[in-house]
């Protein structure tokens, strides 16, 4: 089965329809205001609009609230919501039932025992990501840092998962090869400068990962 691609960041058209026209499966637009890839609901709008039946839309929270989450909901017409802060499992529970529709939760990575972490969401969210833990203080993701992915040689769960953090178009197929995974996400990966995407870089990306 092919890994499946998330072009993540995503705040202009162009580079929405590179990802498109690259076969991503995922476009993530982040609605976190501290990262230079932060877009607002009234800005994700058009391209919520844009994306309607050719890509999934993935909206990227960090501990927002109820409030927040719906407003973008409805503006984007999110297909999934993806937690990269603290979220609980029962929080996630709650967002899944309240906004009905798929949970992703990113899980940060620096050594074997946090990927132990994503069973504390089993039945809880519909995918785990396993992303570089980043330093103190530092954005949760979008960092360009990676962790070792033979941690994830023939890693088995019964929750489906991805990858992040430090994938370009570089390392994608060595990232795929390693781990299996039935996800990537990339985001600084395919960029020319922060939150800046390079359509270039996001079709070489995918061409790779799909030549895998």
């Not at 990227?60 to 407003?71: Q, S, W």
């Not at 899980?107 to 995918?127: H, M, Q, R, T």
């Not at 203080?137 to 962790?147: E, T």
């Not at 390693?178 to 939150?195: C, F, K, Q, R, Y």
């Amino acid at each position: 089965m092919a890994t499946r691609i998330k072009i993540c960041g995503i705040s202009k058209a162009d580079a929405l329809e590179a990802a498109i026209a690259a076969r991503a499966d995922y476009a993530g637009f982040v609605f976190y205001p501290p990262s230079p890839r932060a877009v607002t609901p009234r800005e994700a709008a058009p391209l919520g609009e844009r994306a309607a039946g050719r890509i999934s839309r993935v909206g990227l929270f960090v501990d927002a609230t109820d409030e927040e989450i719906g407003e973008a909901v409805a503006a984007a017409k999110l297909d999934v919501l993806q937690l990269h802060g603290k979220e609980t499992p029962e929080r996630a529970a709650t967002l899944r039932s309240r906004f009905g529709l798929p949970v992703w939760k990113a899980i940060a990575v620096s050594g074997a025992s946090d990927l132990a972490k994503s069973s504390e969401y089993a039945g809880a969210v519909d995918l785990t990501l396993f992303d570089a833990k980043t330093p103190k203080g530092a954005l949760p993701g979008g960092m360009g840092l990676r962790f070792d992915w033979d941690l994830l040689r023939g890693y088995r769960s019964a929750t489906e998962w991805g990858i992040a953090g430090g994938i370009g178009t570089d390392n994608v197929a060595e990232a795929i090869s390693v781990t299996n995974a039935p996800l990537v996400d990339v985001s600084s990966g395919v960029e020319s400068a922060p939150g800046v995407k390079d359509t270039d870089k996001i079709a070489a990306f995918c061409r790779a990962a799909r030549a895998t």
